[in-house]
């Protein structure tokens, strides 16, 4: 028991709590700029499989990682496209189109791997760890924490750049006006539509991106529903986050370093906790950070609510 | 979700009864109309896919078709899978209808489970129907306090029911693991599973030789009672009110966060209750895995029924037949049964585009 007060422990610990992260910053990222454009989507789920299973079978037939990924996250547009579709053009509840996508997520990719991949059981290539120069030079927590796949690297690009789109370019000016205030861009000449299309279509090919790291960077075989609620807990993401895509950033570590500690703990034999209240630590604390956060003045005024012109 | 049904225009024939009846069948096929065409459109889908992957999709639903009414056994094993999806759906509509997105079903069924697994192998000695009735208001209490909790933490904290009932699913998941492989798992067992419960306490059964229980009479005799509480009190009126304007049903004085809380809760009992009639009516024991989806799958029950519950005992039957049939397919042709997720995830697609595309058409031009 005394290691876990160790600084390795805790080094191991930091590493793959970013790792574990990052499948939740691509999504939570993603949903920010969904939702600060007025349009909820709890399908994120379902298009996180959808990358995964997209990603991975992309690079089980052609060997190439980055098609597979660009593949993944072409796929999450697609489902972007499809919620879109339902959520803004019919205006049809936004809740229910998510849900429904959950369910053809999971029922798609099951379906496909069923009938295609289930027999090769093979995995793929991951992506290789690359030593960050210096840093993972540092005592202890070089290793764990600065020899990692470039894509938890990307994660600060994604959180940095989704920031600079929503707070430092008139595009992103206008999408938080369209989540805030969509009459008055509508009156202002643009389409609400579009910019709401727009916003789900980079938000979903995040969750995409998301749903392939966890093929193609993290396990190396696609699993009928391996996010296992990691879409669902970004939604928690993003309402801690306040809707901020650096918060996302550093709340998605938060949940990580549970997903962490419970794996950490599970193997420590010292420790007599039943398996399943650390398996449940994760989802607990989603319930405990919502709580936290009584202040909701952050949110979107128009969020989940469909644009109707009068 | 709101469906506020505007009255025909009257006029002097329409006192007449043939004229009524005609107006009563159109309004039902008006009602009925778009889950049919959602129903074929899905099943549509379902079909092209099949094709594309390289299957005979017509033969295919021909054997579910016959598989699933070849005789009274097939056809009662059916009604068994359609027992918890309509309880859970009746359930659902009752949330539905407040706006409250309970997506926690499964975990109510597994919360009502757990609870009617635990009071099934304790309290030996009751007379058989004493401990049947324990069991299964067991298992709805259970359902209603887990659902009670995401009901509360939105009451008090705001916090989006929709994020903690999928976090309570995943709770009960492991809560019912750690049962089975602990304080409830059988003495010397080799599996994780509960003791089974004594032939005594089981539900008894409505059709010989079959497994079909009592379930199915008690479904559809709540989708009545809750249909009459929907329609025909003031609690359900409220509850309905809340559901469509919660500012509009505060001002008229109605207490939203007691409609909430009902509604959750309503909602939660039916799922417990489910899992309580799983135990005794089906498997007469707990297992790790003992939902493969029903709370999910009425989701999209509930839905395609409007949230109306009578409706609901059709599309809970509606998918019980998929379900049966998808088993047939997987057994009969290697058809993955997960096509049946896709099937539900374009019912229900197909359902809220005709609700939103009827909305439109019904607002005035400009």
Same mark, same amino acid.
């Given at each position: 028991? $005394? *290691?876990?007060?160790?600084? #390795?422990?805790?080094?191991?610990? @930091?590493?793959?709590?970013?790792?574990?992260?990052?499948?939740?910053?691509?999504?939570?990222? &993603?949903?920010?700029?969904?939702?600060?454009?007025?349009?909820? +989507?709890? &399908?994120?789920?379902?298009?996180?499989?959808?990358?995964?299973?997209?990603?991975?079978?992309?690079?089980?037939?052609?060997? +190439?990682?980055?098609?597979?990924?660009?593949?993944?996250?072409?796929?999450?547009? !697609?489902?972007?496209? @499809?919620?879109?579709?339902?959520?803004?053009?019919?205006?049809? /509840?936004?809740?229910?189109?998510?849900?429904?996508? /959950?369910?053809?997520?999971?029922?798609?990719?099951?379906?496909?791997?069923?009938?295609? !991949?289930?027999?090769?059981?093979?995995?793929?290539?991951?992506?290789?760890?690359? $030593?960050?120069?210096?840093?993972? =030079?540092?005592?202890?927590?070089?290793?764990?924490?600065?020899?990692? +796949?470039?894509?938890?690297?990307?994660?600060?690009?994604?959180?940095?750049?989704?920031?600079? @789109?929503?707070?430092?370019?008139?595009?992103?000016?206008? !999408?938080?006006?369209?989540?805030?205030?969509?009459?008055?861009? $509508?009156? &202002?000449?643009?389409?609400?539509?579009?910019?709401?299309?727009?916003?789900?279509?980079?938000?979903?090919?995040?969750?995409?991106?998301?749903?392939?790291?966890?093929?193609?960077? *993290?396990? /190396? =075989?696609?699993?009928?529903?391996?996010?296992? #609620?990691? #879409?669902?807990?970004?939604?928690?993401?993003?309402?801690?986050?306040?809707?901020?895509?650096?918060?996302?950033?550093?709340?998605? @570590?938060?949940?990580?370093?549970?997903?962490?500690?419970?794996?950490?703990l599970q193997a420590e034999p010292s420790i007599h906790i039943p398996y399943q209240v650390l398996q449940a630590m994760p989802y607990l604390a989603t319930i405990v950070a919502l709580l936290l956060v009584r202040n909701r003045t952050d949110t979107p005024a128009t969020l989940g609510v469909p644009y109707r012109k009068v | 979700m709101a469906d506020i049904n505007i009255p025909p225009p009257t006029n002097a024939t329409s006192i007449l009864a043939g004229a009524s009846l005609r107006a009563g069948l159109s309004r039902l096929a008006k009602a009925t109309a778009p889950p049919v065409v959602a129903v074929l459109l899905a099943l549509l889908a379902g079909a092209v896919l099949l094709a594309v992957t390289g299957f005979y999709a017509f033969d295919i639903f021909t054997v579910m078709v016959n598989g699933v009414f070849q005789d009274v056994g097939s056809i009662a094993e059916m009604l068994l899978r359609a027992t918890p999806l309509i309880l859970i759906g009746i359930g659902l509509c009752v949330a539905f209808r407040c706006s409250i997105w309970n997506i926690g079903a499964e975990g109510q069924f597994y919360a009502g489970s757990c609870a009617a697994t635990f009071c099934g192998v304790q309290f030996a000695g009751l007379p058989s129907w004493a401990h049947i009735l324990l069991i299964l208001v067991a298992g709805a209490a259970a359902g209603a306090l887990w659902a009670a909790i995401a009901g509360l933490l939105k009451v008090l904290f705001n916090a989006s029911e929709i994020v903690t009932t999928i976090m309570l699913n995943y709770i009960a998941i492991f809560m019912t693991s750690y049962l089975v492989t602990g304080p409830l798992m059988e003495s010397g067992a080799a599996y994780p599973q509960s003791a089974k419960l004594l032939r005594e306490v089981w539900l008894p059964r409505v059709v010989p030789s079959t497994r079909l229980h009592i379930g199915i009479l008690i479904a559809v005799a709540l989708a009545m009672i809750i249909y009459v509480f929907l329609f025909r009190s003031s609690a359900g009126y409220a509850v309905r009110i809340v559901g469509i304007n919660s500012h509009a049903a505060r001002y008229a004085g109605i207490s939203v966060r007691r409609s909430i809380l009902l509604a959750i809760s309503i909602s939660g009992s039916m799922a417990g209750l489910a899992g309580a009639m799983q135990i005794a009516g089906v498997t007469h024991r707990l297992y790790q895995d003992i939902s493969p989806g029903y709370g999910f799958e009425a989701i999209a029950v509930a839905l395609l029924a409007n949230n109306n519950p009578v409706g609901a005992i059709f599309s809970g039957i509606l998918f019980a037949v998929l379900d049966s049939g998808s088993e047939l397919m997987q057994i009969n042709a290697q058809v993955p049964q997960v096509l049946v997720f896709i099937i539900q995830g374009m019912v229900i697609l197909s359902v809220v585009g005709f609700a939103a595309l009827k909305f439109q058409s019904a607002r005035p031009q400009e």
């Open positions: 028991m $005394d *290691h876990i007060l160790t600084l #390795g422990f805790l080094a191991t610990t @930091l590493g793959a709590t970013w790792r574990l992260a990052t499948p939740i910053i691509f999504a939570s990222v &993603g949903e920010v700029i969904s939702e600060r454009a007025g349009v909820l +989507n709890i &399908g994120l789920e379902g298009t996180m499989l959808i990358g995964a299973f997209t990603g991975f079978a992309t690079v089980y037939a052609t060997g +190439n990682l980055p098609l597979g990924f660009l593949a993944a996250g072409a796929a999450g547009a !697609l489902a972007g496209l @499809l919620f879109a579709f339902f959520a803004i053009t019919i205006k049809a /509840n936004q809740i229910i189109v998510g849900a429904a996508l /959950n369910l053809l997520g999971l029922g798609l990719t099951s379906f496909l791997f069923r009938t295609y !991949l289930v027999q090769t059981g093979q995995g793929v290539q991951i992506v290789p760890a690359m $030593d960050v120069p210096l840093l993972s =030079q540092i005592p202890y927590f070089g290793t764990p924490l600065f020899r990692q +796949n470039v894509v938890v690297y990307s994660t600060i690009l994604v959180a940095l750049g989704a920031y600079f @789109l929503l707070f430092r370019t008139s595009f992103g000016l206008t !999408l938080r006006a369209v989540g805030e205030h969509p009459k008055a861009v $509508d009156v &202002g000449g643009r389409s609400v539509a579009l910019y709401r299309y727009a916003a789900v279509l980079i938000g979903c090919s995040l969750a995409g991106l998301g749903g392939a790291y966890l093929t193609l960077a *993290h396990a /190396n =075989q696609f699993v009928e529903g391996m996010t296992s #609620g990691r #879409g669902f807990i970004a939604l928690a993401v993003v309402v801690f986050a306040r809707w901020s895509p650096i918060g996302a950033f550093f709340v998605s @570590l938060l949940f990580g370093m549970f997903y962490a500690l419970q794996l950490q | -």
